[in-house]
Nanobody, 112 residues
């Protein structure tokens, strides 16, 4: 059964860091581009970052550029989102997406 499970969310102070993970089971990530999205309360889901199947090409939303880094470890069938210099406006549920499949999301709260 194909499944995506995000983890690594939590409560962090402004300026802090978190690393999100998206672990896949039931299929191999090797041939897929992977994206991270987020949805803040009362807002639409928005794209945050994506990485190509090879890992060579990455893209970021302007709002996170220079602060977030997406990476993948195909041997572990896992994708990561390193989030640094977090701001209160980064507070959201973060989701990974592969092809048409979504994870269940992990909550990130940035607050003092």
């Amino acid at each position: 059964q194909l499944q995506l499970v995000e983890s690594g969310g939590g409560l962090v102070q402004p300026g802090g860091s978190l690393r999100l993970s998206c672990a896949a089971s039931g299929f191999t990530l090797d041939y897929y581009a992977i994206s991270w999205f987020r949805q803040a309360p009362g807002k639409e889901r928005e794209g945050v970052s994506c990485i190509s199947s090879s890992g060579v090409t990455t893209n970021y939303a302007d709002s996170v550029k220079g602060r977030f880094t997406i990476s993948r470890d195909n041997a572990k069938n896992t994708v990561y989102l390193q989030m640094n210099s977090l701001k209160p406006e980064d507070t959201a549920v973060y989701y990974c997406k592969i092809n048409v499949y979504w994870g269940q999301g992990t909550q990130v709260t940035v607050s003092s």
